[in-house]
């Protein structure tokens, strides 16, 4: 079953609104999240790795007044869309970073959230 | 550079064949490294982890060179449903790299 839940799956929305999406580690504390973009037929982009407690660290070039992220709590990292435009349109994926206790550490991703901005 | 290379392919195999994908890492420094599949529209799903040397899970089975800093996947026996993009990740301490993806196609 999902040990990561993204929600929601799918929005669509009007220019100049703001899209709020959640991530949740479902059966272990994840410390560090991070969320992805992708476009159609290109590879992950990590926009942001986000810290429980403190804040997010923001990829070159990702607008971090843009792409608001809050970690709150040790199973919740949300994403903000600020007054999203077309160009915003994508599919976006969380991630956990789960730690064994033999301190392997792997990434379990959402399902995802596929944005589009009319 | 990249940190971590895959040829994007795609690779069109019959079903049945055996297909060999490498990856190759340029920070010596990683950990540990991973392949996921992702098939179109979805999210990676984790396919095997590799710590030391090698992994085997069933037919799949991952090797890591780190003297030549490759992590190689073969698929033996494809099935149709194997067909998606996999994905070569390293681990480095709070930071994991992506490749991006080679395309498998498994054809009837």
């Known amino acids: 079953g999902a040990v990561v839940s993204q929600h929601p799956s799918r929005v669509i929305c009007k220019s100049g609104t703001s899209v709020k999406i959640e991530c949740r580690s479902l059966?272990?504390?994840?410390?560090?999240m991070f969320w992805y973009r992708q476009f159609p037929k290109q590879s992950l982009m990590l926009m942001a790795t986000?810290?429980?407690?403190?804040?997010?660290?923001?990829e070159q070039g990702v607008e971090k007044d843009k792409f608001l992220i809050n970690h709150a709590s040790l199973t919740l990292s949300t994403l903000t869309v600020t007054s999203a435009h077309p160009e915003d349109s994508s599919f976006y994926i969380c991630?956990?970073?789960?730690?064994?206790?033999?301190?392997?550490?792997?990434?379990?991703f959402g399902a995802g959230t596929r944005l589009s901005v009319l | 550079r990249k940190e971590v290379e895959q040829d994007p392919g795609p690779f069109n195999v019959p079903e049945g064949a055996t297909v060999a994908f490498n990856c190759t890492y340029s920070?010596?420094?990683?950990?540990?490294f991973f392949w996921y599949r992702q098939d179109c529209r979805k999210e990676p799903k984790l396919l095997m982890s590799?710590?030391?040397s090698g992994n085997e899970d069933g037919r799949f089975t991952a090797q890591l060179n780190r003297a030549s800093q490759y992590i190689s996947l073969l698929i033996r026996d494809s099935k149709l449903s194997d067909s998606a993009t996999y994905l070569c990740?390293?681990?480095?301490?709070?930071?994991?790299?992506f490749g991006s993806g080679t395309k498998l196609n498994v054809k009837p």
């Open positions: 920070n010596s420094a990683s950990q540990s």
């Open positions: 590799v710590y030391s």
């Open positions: 990740v390293g681990n480095n301490f709070n930071k994991f790299y």
């Open positions: 059966d272990f504390q994840a410390t560090t």
């Open positions: 986000s810290n429980e407690g403190s804040k997010a660290t923001y």
């Open positions: 991630s956990a970073r789960w730690i064994s206790g033999s301190s392997k550490n792997i990434q379990y």
